[in-house]
């Protein structure tokens, strides 16, 4: 059996003999099963790898315990994968992400367990919640500079794309503007890499590459180590909260079904007439080769939501340096508009979400089925359903959960107006063709089916 | 009317709606009062004061607002006392001291509302409480070196003793040891001040003046500005488990009751069976003319506690060099210990704290009536009654409450064994005579009666 | 014997062979000498002392080493008085004082040794070397704000005065404005444990403590350990240029003959045509007892330099506030005269200083007597002279080959116009009569005689 | 005319007249043009570019002026060439570069004058001079560990062979090892980068990337802006010297003739018999394709300079990770042999290095026709005859005055012994056709003619 034990770090350094029970197997096994795994997806930093079962299956002598010793509470690693290990001594990035894991689930264990925020409808709760895990994550940083860059996009890219990303993040680390990303490898890792050599030529010290991600993705898309900010959030719809009131601007790579539930999230949320003062940058982006891929995109969106959607994003294809330039010079008009509301620079307080996109949902073949897929109510709703379609294909693709309940019942069914349902099975399928669903070299199984 | 705001500065620069609103006073008139006077006890940073009425009276028409800005959440202040500003500006230090206070205030608000600690008689759950307040306020450092001394004492002590924790304060720091007393003018300002010179000669970076305080006793004792960590504690129990859980070594200055209080927690503490094993060193101290005063302080303890009793303490006269290389050497065994029982370096969680000395005490006519004054206990039984004989002196002659009870009901009537009686009225006697029951200039007045 | 080793610290931590070799007794008798004594007298810091013999006398086996070892050059001391030293360990402040010793004496040695300085007359050239001085010893700090002042005055000042030397110091110090003295005991000293205290309440981290100081008088004056930047200087005028070159504003408190030489030197060139436009504030104060002081030294300065001169400085009594938050007030007025000039912030590079106060003036029988002490020259010429009387006693009084001198050849005759000699005879008598002379408990017998 | 001002930064902010003076066309030209042309040079950055008259030839309006301002001397540039602006502003590490010029070349100005150096043959003070330029640069950081690689290699190197050179800096960089390169593209800036990301892994925040150049070779090789180290030592030599008196550690990058100068120079010097105890790893990599290459230069050193110079260096193919483990696990050697020396860890004085390779060698026609290139003679003499015709080699292709040489009288003339002439013609006749004299594209001219 190997053993290795981490040092403290973080504030999470010293704890409390409560705090230590709360994540033992003994004490509360669920608790200490999302440590366990999240801990064990961490170690996988910089995997290609977008599928839990590949990291958990071959692991399951794996486990982590927690020792107080004078200095602090050490992390006890139990049979580790050596995959972010050099020479015997894990990346430092990487044990920081191990407290990272270890701050977040306690807090989520003593204040928001799932099941408490499930049975809170109240929106003001679910954004204070989301708001007190960042700020207990230290992410809330109470600077002078809007900076905050959201990039999305595809785990699964290919090479241009990848560089093409590398490339934008160079540019926008050169104007000193940070990244914030899903974390996992692809469009979440590029952007990254490339700020990192940005800021290093220009000197910026203290580089932000946050990583945001939850436990039931987290497995799916490993954080790399240069994520510095690590924050584990209690489920998708806080992470997406979280995304969108920590951005100042938001980059959007091609992607698959990830990345259309966020840009549809997204773009739910800006129709809300409530929010049409809000000033937010969008670009969507990538290489000269992305042109069609952008367009059908944009059809889409056209065809479903209609113009005004279209205007709230701007594309931009092959000009990296374009993209850094328009983020750049909005970030003027977003903090005036802050300092007009009195709104936090740090967190969006202002902007309006529903509460379709803030309660959780829970893909399965039911839920999946009543969504109701119809043009004949607000676009907001209609744009919050849809991305609960993404949702759930994600779910189904890549998440324990979800690809558990599609080999036992078969793939979710998907019924609405038959217009709608012909678009969004011709996006589907571009995206299958291009790949984007999953890593190249495994053959794609869609896990749902289209009726009209 | 006069406001002046105040630019977020701490952990707590950044609240949620929730938060802001749990602070005003339409929410919740107690925690707000409770507030509002923290603010402006901790405005009367460096006054020679012992009463609070003398701060809360005249300030009759003082406010603080919490405004949300995009830069975090402001302080309005509206008819500050003038006392801590220069030219205009709040000092820095107690610009801080404001923040401590709402940081503590509602985090207490939010986990440990006072009733909800009183009707939980769990000790482990108490401790965890004292050591995440203190955490939260970032006073768990996590450092390697052992080095924080606990200083107790009168704040009203003559001119020689004042120069004497000076002095002490000085050599502390030329070794690196750090300070922590309980706020207030006297020997709770004096080492501090001492001990800066010190660290400034020695470029002692992070030198440490810890403050710890509870509402009860923050405007009698308001601290001084060089004061750079700031807790409010909850009740008097919480700040003395919380002096005693942080400290690496104790020295004790002449004093008055509130000293006594102190001196009698810890011996109580000490004499437990389980704690024998403990490491602490313990010192009273004072110049040479107060050679007589530690013989009857040693006197009082030596026959009401016993020799064992005696033993926990080293009595060093006029040698201010000598008390800091004492500590400074036992700083070695202190680490061992805590090495040896993996205890953590910053928190003495081995230290057994019976429930008699953490359940808070109330103090007043029916309480002060019903202590067990008989020597007919074990000793850590009597110490701990002892204790809140002094607890009870205390607030009867400078917290609001206890004068205000003193004033309907008169004196406390406190009986007992006719020799333990005799001793206590003679050692208080020998307090009043000293004047370290109240600040030179005003005539003392018991709150107590003795009985036999 | 008795050897410590102490770790480099500082600019200089690695030394070159060569350099090495220039340091040691075998290659510059002279310079090693030079580079001991300092030492010797850094190790007296704090010490309440004012004759080099009282140091150089029992330490006659006293000697200092370089020592190259792998993490950089170690100083070796031989036999060092115990003074500084903390449970054994040399108190870093001095520490570091030993490394600017060695660190300017080197750059001394191969730069600006004092016989290539006394032969080069060129003004600007010995400007650039004090600049270059200071540079080298990180000095000049290429800050945003403007806030050295030069505080000088006594070191033997009675209690009350150094009280209120302290107070000044905490007034300055709560404004975020720094302190520079001319090292030693007395005035020099209190200004910067009260800005210690000062700035620690304004959490100002980077408070300067800077003290200037020249191989003549390092011996006399030790500085004590709160100096956090010290320069040793090749010669008094040196010393004196760079103490109104980096002076933001000059603060003059009660003192003997070296303050008057100050006074002089700065009035001086105030007086100088070319400076009429620069900003300087300048303030003689004390406590209330003080007053029949400064107007001693008005009317001396008023008769013998005239109402202009008068007109240079203001005279505060007892008003420790007003001090600083003058000096505070204008400092707005020397930056915008910096401003507009383009001249540097941390270098008054366009105030001229004419050659009568650059070239040193090496005081003896001769040199004194040849001094022109009449009314019939310009001011500024007058004032020279007179400074150089000052510099003269202050030599006779406390420097060694000044004292030996003296002790060889009698008291230095000082002739002049009958009306000046009286002048000055008269404020020297109420120095010797107000114990300035001397530390108190030494009978100061005069190392001048005047003659009408 | 286009005209932008710098702010100062670093070590030389504030300048005296004097300094202004020097720099300043109307005082020296020829210091001026140096100082212009290293300014041209260094806003090149990261351009893939090998030929300083690309530089020159289009930018014969470009010039550079000081100005001084109240917060230091301002470095105006006229008509700057605008490839290392983002959006109008010069990249902070570009901008830096400027000033570490600046200082660079004003200390040279001053103390070492290239005529100076010359005419002092003095191997002691050549060693000091290097040491003290390093130092003044800060370069000298007298830091606990040991970790300075440098890398050489060629700029011309094509795509898997740069790929290589960022994955042996990610490994180097994972391990908190550091990077030192001559600047330019190629195999000195993929290190870096590399580096910077194995940094960023391991959280190192204080990663060095230190770049040695000098005035002949910096406007062929720009230092790219992730050099956050810049040194403009005064020539070829003192930049070798400074190489390997910092180094911890070496690996050699395939290349052309700047690399095989390098390598011999390492040979030569390591062959010396007062050498033969030192510790320093040198390593020889390339992806799998270039282990012909590294073949064939081992076979030409085995013949040339014996199997005693073969034994100095591993030859490591393909394997990334093992180059980093092996200089990585040698750390722990070199640190013994400083240790047991005494030498310095930031600068190994005891390395022996002889006249030949101090003194500046300028390559013309007849000092190239003048090398000694035979075998009858001490290894280490031919070793450093053949650095000599390398370094000639590189002059005549890349450099200003080489260049003009051999365009005015035709190619460098090379005799000696049949044998070795033909060993170097197919040393050199393998980098022409692998394209490692020039960068891609354009078409080698040798600028030397071998006669056997």
């Not at 999302?34 to 299956?57: H, Q, T, W």
């Not at 202002?350 to 379709?356: E, G, H, P, Q, R």
């Not at 189904?396 to 709608?420: C, M, R, Y």
Request: hydrophobic share 40%; charged share 20%.
């Amino acid at each position: 059996m190997h053993k290795i034990q981490l040092n403290p770090v973080g504030v999470m350094s010293q704890l409390s003999q409560l705090e230590v029970n709360l994540l033992s197997e003994a004490t509360d096994r669920d608790l200490y099963r999302l440590f366990r795994n999240c801990c064990l997806a961490v170690l996988y930093s910089g995997a290609e790898i977008d599928n839990s079962d590949n990291i958990f299956a071959p692991h399951r002598d794996f486990a982590v315990n927690l020792i107080s010793r004078e200095r602090g509470v050490k992390v006890e690693l139990v049979n580790p994968p050596a995959l972010a290990f050099v020479d015997g001594v894990l990346i430092k990035g990487v044990h920081e992400h191990i407290f990272s894991v270890l701050r977040d689930l306690l807090h989520m264990g003593a204040k928001y367990s799932a099941e408490a925020l499930r049975v809170t409808p109240d929106s003001a709760y679910i954004t204070h919640s989301v708001f007190d895990i960042l700020r207990h994550a230290q992410t809330i940083k109470n600077t002078a500079e809007l900076n905050m860059v959201v990039c999305w996009g595809g785990h699964s890219i290919d090479t241009v794309e990848y560089k093409y990303t590398k490339e934008v993040g160079y540019q926008l680390g050169l104007r000193k503007l940070n990244i914030c990303t899903g974390c996992g490898p692809g469009a979440m890792k590029g952007p990254m890499k490339g700020a990192t050599i940005g800021h290093a030529k220009q000197r910026y010290e203290n580089g932000r590459y946050l990583g945001l991600t939850e436990p039931g993705i987290i497995a799916a898309e490993p954080p790399n180590a240069i994520v510095n900010e690590l924050v584990i959030m209690p489920d998708i719809e806080k992470r997406l909260e979280a995304f969108i009131r920590l951005s100042h601007g938001i980059v959007i790579f091609p992607g698959g079904a990830g990345t259309a539930e966020e840009l549809l999230y997204l773009i739910g949320i800006m129709l809300d007439e409530q929010n049409k003062e809000q000033v937010l940058p969008i670009i969507l982006t990538g290489p000269e080769h992305c042109k069609a891929y952008f367009e059908s995109i944009d059809y889409f969106i056209g065809e479903a939501l209609g113009p005004e959607a279209q205007k709230l994003y701007e594309i931009v294809v092959g000009r990296p340096e374009k993209v850094a330039q328009i983020i750049k010079q909005k970030q003027r008009l977003v903090k005036n508009y802050r300092k007009q509301t009195g709104d936090s620079y740090d967190f969006n307080w202002s902007l309006k979400i529903a509460a379709d996109f803030q309660i959780p949902f829970i893909p399965n073949h039911s839920s999946m089925a009543a969504l109701n897929l119809h043009f004949e109510q607000p676009k907001t709703e209609l744009a919050a359903a849809l991305r609960q379609v993404f949702s759930g294909i994600v779910a189904g693709n890549v998440k324990s959960e979800g690809v558990a309940l599609i080999k036992e019942h078969g793939p979710f069914q998907l019924t609405g107006d038959p217009k709608l349902m012909k678009l969004m099975d011709n996006l589907l399928e571009s995206f299958v063709e291009q790949q984007r669903m999953k890593l190249p070299g495994s053959k794609y199984i869609p896990c749902y089916q289209i009726t009209e």
